[in-house]
């Protein structure tokens, strides 16, 4: 099945600074990710839509100048958490759909990034 | 507001038996139900999808029954087995659109 990456796998840092996540799709295209949050024993809430070549659409009540997403190509997308606190202390998930499947395809998940803010 | 609601939050089973996890739904718009299984640490991974105009989807040891009038669709694991135990989701997706609404969980014991 197709693959998605997440890079890092997890990160610590402390607070006021900002953390760059990387979601890659391997081997197909994705002309839209998505990026999830979720809290210890809790769903998978999405943040944002990550569009190539244009803005991301944001979930209502998620900050957009907080959490800057950027999709430069096909196969990678970022979320830069700014100013990070530790109240963003949480597992941020991204997935991708190849862009040429078909109605039958679900997207495929990255394993995730464990973000710590001290 | 919760778009996709599921039950149990918790479920413990015997090796061998079965488990089953339901979902619900209003949104007549949604036209397509993957489950997916996510262990601790990890991302989810898709297990099985469904869509409305089957009744019931089998891949394995899992099965995926549907209820389009009642808007309630279930997985079922047979056989299940202690490396089962996981935290599972059911999903559901609009028409046209990619994103998908999760449901809230449910943490899959298997004793052996």
């Known amino acids: 099945g197709a693959v998605v990456s997440q890079h890092p796998s997890w990160v610590i840092c402390k607070s006021g600074t900002s953390v760059k996540i990387e979601c890659r799709s391997l081997?197909?295209?994705?002309?839209?990710m998505f990026w999830y949050r979720q809290f210890p024993k809790q769903s998978l809430m999405l943040m944002a839509t990550?569009?190539?070549?244009?803005?991301?659409?944001?979930e209502q009540g998620v900050e957009k100048d907080k959490f800057l997403i950027n999709h430069a190509s096909l196969t990678l997308s970022t979320l830069t958490v700014t100013s990070a606190h530790p109240e963003d202390s949480s597992f941020y998930i991204c997935s991708a759909k190849p862009g040429a499947s078909g109605r039958e395809t679900a997207p495929y998940f990255g394993p995730g990034t464990r973000l710590t803010v001290l | 507001q919760q778009q996709v609601k599921q039950s149990p939050q918790s479920l413990i089973v015997q090796k061998g038996g079965i488990s089953i996890i339901n979902c619900a739904y209003e949104?007549?718009?949604?036209?397509?139900f993957p489950w997916y299984q996510q262990f601790p640490g990890k991302g989810p991974a898709l297990l099985i999808a469904i869509r409305p105009d089957v009744s019931e989807k089998k891949e394995g040891r899992f099965t995926i029954s549907f209820n389009k009038s009642a808007k309630q669709f279930s997985l079922h694991i047979m056989d299940s087995q202690p490396g089962d135990s996981a935290t599972y989701f059911c999903?559901?997706?609009?028409?046209?659109?990619?994103?998908?609404?999760f449901g809230t969980g449910t943490r899959l014991t298997v004793i052996p």
């Open positions: 949104n007549t718009a949604f036209d397509y």
């Open positions: 990550s569009n190539e070549g244009s803005k991301a659409t944001y």
């Open positions: 081997d197909f295209q994705a002309t839209t």
């Open positions: 999903a559901a997706r609009r028409t046209g659109a990619n994103n998908l609404f």
